[in-house]
Each structure stands twice: as structure tokens, then as C-alpha cells.
């Protein structure tokens, strides 16, 4: 008998993939603070042949790469020829340093003074990072960091893909994703869903996996398998196939067996992803993140700039429902106009809807352009605001909707307080949309980009369900819609959990609704009801997650 190993993950999407390992390397350690040995001669020759290197490097991928890829791969050349950091690098070995560590601190002092201009130059000052790394790689004789290539479409092993590896990865090459780091809002998930490739995050026991080792990944069951027998991967493509097909019949708008209706609606962040979203199927969009046409500007875009822009978007949702939600700025998200310099903790400071109050004129404009494009347009337009935590705040943003000639204005609920007094709040809101990837991270005190508390960060978590449940139960009693608009509605099981607690509507990824769609309908609302029940009585995810399969096989 053929043994298996079965690495377990949470898995993105439901598709498998079959193929040989391809690992990303290890990040590079920082180089230690020791003095040379050499002369500064020989040392300085080594720094200046490994950023040479290193940009010539960047520059041949940016070639291989083409489009927006190659642009960003040659700014981050151009850092690595800069003669001001050349300039830094040799008088720190002139002092005693090692090629190493004078590159590492040079590219560190470079890093802070862009940070500290914020705007889009702050933006870039990560990429100094990158640079350097590469750099010091080369110097250290270790592999160069970011996504391996190949001639042969391989499975791409790493911790988590950084936003720089995203821009280089070859979807015809990597025909799925393993990471060991990562939860479900980690960013290899969302490009994942946005790309539609198959993914196991989280899968820490994937750190034995070596370049080579043939794996079977299973989304659908979260699992990696090293060296599967013939049978189980017949089965699994098997599966796959029979899925597709249920994919390619189920057209049309969202409906559970019974027909009661699930509106279907994209999250989208620009014109393009606007377009991919109609193209695909959605019912409209559920959730129109603002902040991201805004990420590089130094000032507020003005109203009419901002007006060209709705516009653009709400033309390929005619007579349908298009939730925009007003700049969400602060943490991972920082506005130069609208973020606060300095703060300790920015995922608890003045992000979403406080930043707006303490820059109302920021608010005003938006709204005021919203009710301009709205007007103009034949999408029902609706806007909602981030980060709400008291009924004070939603009655605050509803009357200044209203007045600027917005006339549905909601909130969303991802502080855990919003979902606690929900019976309060919701009578404060024409509708309310959740947010559950700031729900989970605020419920568990667990930053939902950082790997190493990533096991934390799963919606199918009770803790989480019971709090949806609680908001579903207060749209209900007050007539007031109750959407979902983070990661979680984009797994097929977890939507149906999500609809039995009181969803109305769910917006996702534009990639997974067809997923989403196909699973909906093999239900009616008494068994979403049913199972919903039984996740939220769990005591864990894990045993949440496994009571509503097992009530469904
Ligand atoms: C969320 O927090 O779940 C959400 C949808 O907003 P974002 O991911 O943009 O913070
Ligand atoms: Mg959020």
C-alpha cells in the first residue's frame, strides 16, 4: 500500500492542482553590525559589483515580465543605481563596515527619510527593502529572493507572497499556491480569489516540503498531499471537473434551491476590476473600496476628478446596486491627506470613519462628488462608511449622506462594539454591510496581515459567527438589510452559513461567484438555517468547519 502525507491549510477556492514543488526562498537574514576584515578596496568593489548585479537583475525580470510588472521592477533598479546610496554605502565601509551591512544601513537611512515624506514616496520606501535584500543576497551567496522561475508550470511553496512577489508571478507557470504563513485575508488569499488560483494557506506543516516533491493541493479540503497515488489524483481532478461543470450551468442571479433570492455583488477598487466584475456575472457591486484609486495622491482629489471616476465605474452597472464606501484610510491603508503621522498602534487609531470626522471637508467632497456621478448615472447608487463603532457615528454619516443628496447611506460592521449593539446601531443605518476581515482581526486582537498570528484570523471562527448572527437577527427585526462584504463570502460552504445567520446579500471577489452561486443553490434557507446553527454552536473553526460538512456528505 502507497502512504500519503496530508499537510492540512485552509484552502482558497475549490479547484486542485497536481505538480512538482517549487520553493520561494527563505526572506534574507539582516546582515550582522561586524567590521570588515578585508581592505576597504576589496570591499567596496564587492558592494558596488552587487548592486551593479542586483540591478541588472531587476531590470532582465522587468524585461521577461513586460507591463506595469516591468515598471516596477525598473524604479526598483533605478534605487539600486542611485549615486547618493553608492555615495552612503562607501563611506560606511571607510568607516569599517562590511559590504553587507553597509548596504543594509544605507538602504535603511534611505528608507526612513522617504517614510517620513509620506505620499507616494513614503509608499515606495518598502521597495528600499527589496533592494537591499537582493543586494545582500547576492553577497551572502544565498538564492535570489522573490518567485522562482521555471520553464515547467510548477506549485509555488513559500511563507506569504509580499505585494512586490504578486507583481511578478507567472500565472501560466504556478498552478497553485502553498503557503505556511498566511491566513484567509493574507494577500496570497486575496490574490488568489482575485485570480482565481488554487491556494492552501496556513499550511505550516508545508515547510517540509522540498523543490521537486511532487503534491496533490486540495482547496476545496484545505490539504496538501506529497507523492499521491494515481487513484487519489483521478478523484481529485475528477471532483474538480464535475465542479466545473455545476460552475458552468449555474448562470443568472444568486438563488437557494428553494428560490429564495441572494443577491450576488462584486468588491471591486478601480474601473478595471469595475468591468471584470460585469463581465463575470455580478449582480452589482457590494463594495467599492475608494481608498485604492487614492493610495499615491499627496491631496484630496477634487470633486470633479473624483466624479469622472464614479461615473466610469457606475457605467457598467446600468439599474443595478452599487455600494460605494467612502475612503477607508489608516493602518494598512494610510492616506497622505488623510492619515495621522506617527501613531503607535494605527490599526486602533484614527483610521475609517474617525479620520473622515476629523477631516470633514475630505467627507463632504466625496459624498458631494457620489451624488454628482449618481446623478448622472443609471446605477442605484449607495454609500456606506468603514470602521463605525457606535450607534452615534452611523446616525453621524447617514445625516451627512443624506444632506449632500445621497439618499441610502449604510455602515459597515467590523469593530466587534458595532455587531454587539447591533440592535441599537442598525436602526441608525439604511442598510449594513460586514465586514469580516476587520471583524475577525478586531474579535481575536490578531493584525490580519501578520503570518504569525494568521491561525487566528478564520471567520468560521464561533466568536465571529455568533456576532454576524447577532447583526443578522437586528436587520431582521428593524427591515434593514444585512450584507457581507469581506473575504468569508467568497467560500462556497461559509457563504451558506452566513445567509442561515441572517445574510441578505453577499459581495465578493468577482472570481468566486460562480462558486458562490453553485453552492447556494443546492440549499434552501431552512438548511442554511440548520447549519448555520451548528457552526455557530462550535467550539472552535476547525469543529465549526467539520459539523457542516459532515451535515451536508
Ligand atoms: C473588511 O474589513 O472585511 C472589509 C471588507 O474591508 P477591507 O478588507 O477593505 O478592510
Ligand atoms: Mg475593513
Not at 494557506?201 to 482547496?219: K, P
Not at 459624498?367 to 446623478?375: E, F, H, I, Q, S
Amino acid at each position: 500500500m502507497v502512504t500519503t502525507e496530508l499537510i492540512r491549510g485552509v484552502g482558497i477556492g475549490r479547484g486542485t492542482a497536481v505538480g512538482p514543488v517549487l520553493r520561494m526562498p527563505d526572506p534574507v537574514p539582516d546582515p550582522a553590525d561586524a567590521r570588515r576584515d578585508g581592505s576597504a578596496e576589496d570591499e567596496q568593489a564587492r558592494a558596488t559589483e552587487a548592486l551593479a548585479a542586483t540591478s541588472a537583475q531587476l531590470r532582465a525580470r522587468g524585461q521577461a515580465a513586460g507591463g506595469t510588472a516591468a515598471e516596477v521592477l525598473d524604479a526598483l533598479a533605478m534605487m539600486a543605481d542611485d549615486p547618493a546610496l553608492a555615495a552612503d554605502v562607501t563611506h560606511r565601509i571607510d568607516d569599517g563596515a562590511t559590504a553587507e551591512y553597509a548596504i543594509h544601513a544605507a538602504m535603511a537611512s534611505f528608507r526612513d527619510m522617504l517614510a517620513s515624506m509620506g505620499g507616494y514616496l513614503g509608499e515606495r520606501a518598502g521597495d528600499l527593502d527589496d533592494v537591499a535584500r537582493r543586494a545582500i543576497a547576492h553577497l551572502m551567496g544565498l538564492p535570489e529572493p522573490g518567485v522562482p522561475r521555471s520553464d515547467t508550470p510548477f506549485i509555488l511553496v513559500a511563507r506569504d507572497l509580499a505585494p512586490a512577489d504578486t507583481a511578478t508571478l507567472d500565472l501560466d507557470s504556478v498552478l497553485a499556491l502553498v503557503t505556511t504563513d498566511g491566513g484567509p485575508t493574507s494577500h496570497t488569499a486575496i490574490l488568489a480569489r482575485e485570480k482565481g488560483i488554487t491556494a492552501v494557506v496556513g499550511a505550516t506543516g508545508a515547510a517540509e516540503l522540498v523543490d521537486g516533491d511532487q503534491v496533490l493541493v486540495d482547496a476545496e479540503n484545505g490539504t496538501v498531499e506529497r507523492d499521491p497515488d494515481q487513484e487519489r489524483v483521478d478523484l481529485a481532478l475528477q471532483r474538480t471537473a464535475a465542479l466545473s461543470a455545476i460552475r458552468a450551468a449555474s448562470t443568472g442571479p444568486g438563488r437557494l434551491a428553494d428560490g429564495h433570492a441572494v443577491p450576488l455583488l462584486a468588491n471591486i477598487g478601480s474601473i478595471d476590476s469595475a468591468r471584470e466584475a460585469a463581465a463575470r456575472g455580478a449582480e452589482g457591486v457590494g463594495l467599492f473600496r475608494t481608498e485604492v484609486l487614492f493610495l499615491g495622491a499627496e491631496k484630496a482629489p477634487s470633486i470633479d476628478e473624483q466624479a469622472d471616476t464614479y461615473r466610469a465605474v457606475f457605467a457598467e452597472f446600468p439599474d443595478q446596486k452599487v455600494v460605494v464606501r467612502v475612503l477607508d484610510a489608516g493602518a494598512d491603508k494610510p492616506l497622505a491627506f488623510l492619515t495621522d503621522q506617527g501613531e503607535e498602534n494605527p490599526a486602533l487609531g484614527r483610521r475609517g470613519l474617525r479620520a473622515l470626522q476629523a477631516h470633514e471637508q475630505v467627507l463632504r467632497d466625496q459624498l458631494t462628488a457620489l451624488a454628482k456621478a449618481a446623478a448622472a448615472s443609471d446605477a442605484h447608487v449607495q454609500v456606506m462608511a468603514p470602521m463605525v463603532s457606535t450607534p452615534e457615528e452611523a446616525e453621524y454619516f447617514r445625516a451627512l449622506a443624506h444632506e449632500l443628496g445621497v439618499p441610502t447611506a449604510g455602515v459597515m460592521v467590523e469593530v466587534p462594539s458595532a455587531a454587539i449593539l447591533a440592535d441599537h446601531l442598525v436602526p441608525h443605518a439604511d442598510f449594513v454591510s460586514i465586514g469580516t476581515n476587520d471583524l475577525t482581526q478586531y474579535v481575536f486582537a490578531a493584525d490580519r496581515l501578520l503570518g504569525t498570528v494568521a491561525h487566528l484570523q478564520d471567520p468560521w471562527h464561533p466568536a465571529v459567527l455568533r456576532l454576524i448572527e447577532t447583526v443578522g437577527r437586528a436587520g431582521a427585526e428593524n427591515g434593514v438589510p444585512v450584507g457581507i462584504c469581506g473575504e468569508a463570502a467568497a467560500d462556497p460552504s461559509l457563504a451558506i452559513v452566513l445567509v442561515g445567520l441572517g445574510a441578505t446579500t453577499l459581495s465578493m471577489s468577482s472570481t468566486s461567484i460562480a462558486d458562490v452561486r453553485a453552492e447556494l443553490s443546492q440549499v434552501t434557507l431552512d438548511d442554511a438555517r440548520r447549519l448555520a446553527a451548528l457552526a455557530a454552536s462550535a467550539p472552535s473553526a476547525e469543529a465549526a468547519r467539520r459539523a457542516v460538512a459532515d451535515a451536508r456528505s
